[in-house]
């Protein structure tokens, strides 16, 4: 099935630890993006990356990191250095970043212990 | 600054009415709008894509519609049914500028309950 993956479903995360997101698509898309998602506070975007081994941060890209050396692939990691980064994280593609379809995955949710 | 404006944050219904969602956005210089659903702790799911030189979209029950010199759009579903329960959220595609190119500008989402 086409679509996007992003693993795990559930993450849990230590105090001073880094973890890492999973994002994968078989779209063919150029464009990935990394949301997250805080009750009350709508969806905001942390990364963005229009094409191969070049990424943009958002409006929120302070204590993350990402990659892009895949076209299929945009993993997401969480830094020590977010202070709140309790939340739902969605990954999304799209073929461009003009005027195409924008299509998400189903979401990791981060809690940290 | 691109901001989207969902109207109701909830709204509840009884099933078999016709209702209508409504979004706006302060800027009219959009790519698109696109609608989406959001059931509880999952992803998001598209519903209708209008670009910004279209009118209107339609697909089974729903229709989008977009009035970009307003900076308005609106879902529109028919005979509602205890399944259509969601969140749903609408986004406007922003052009290139200041570096963020072709992003989407969420809404907050209205949160639809059809009661049987």
């Known amino acids: 099935d086409g679509g996007i993956t992003q693993s795990p479903k559930y993450l849990f995360r230590k105090e001073g630890q880094n973890v890492t997101l999973s994002c994968e698509q078989n779209?063919?898309?150029?464009?990935m993006y990394w949301y997250r998602q805080d009750p009350g506070q709508g969806l905001r975007l942390i990364y963005y990356s229009q094409i191969v081994n070049d990424f943009q941060k958002g409006d929120i890209a302070e204590g993350y990191s990402v990659s892009r050396e895949k076209k299929e692939s945009f993993p997401l990691t969480v830094t020590s250095a977010q202070k709140n980064p309790t939340a739902f994280y969605l990954c999304?593609?799209?073929?461009?970043?003009?005027?195409?379809?924008?299509?998400f995955g189903q979401g990791t949710r981060l809690t940290v212990v | 600054k691109q901001e989207v404006t969902q109207i109701p944050a909830a709204l509840s219904v009884p099933e078999g009415e016709n209702l209508v969602l409504n979004c706006s956005f302060t800027d009219s210089a959009i790519y698109n709008l696109q609608w989406f659903r959001q059931d509880p702790g999952k992803g998001l799911t598209s519903l209708l894509l209008?670009?910004?030189?279209?009118r209107e979209q339609t697909s089974g029950r729903l229709n989008a519609s977009l009035d970009k010199s307003s900076g308005r759009s609106t879902l529109y579903i028919a005979a509602s049914q205890p399944g259509d329960s969601a969140t749903y959220l609408c986004a406007v595609r922003r052009p290139n500028y200041g570096g963020s190119q072709g992003n989407l500008i969420f809404g907050k989402g209205t949160k639809l309950s059809v009661k049987p």
């Open positions: 999304a593609s799209s073929m461009n970043s003009k005027n195409t379809e924008a299509f």
């Open positions: 209008i670009q910004s030189s279209q």
């Open positions: 779209l063919n898309h150029d464009a």
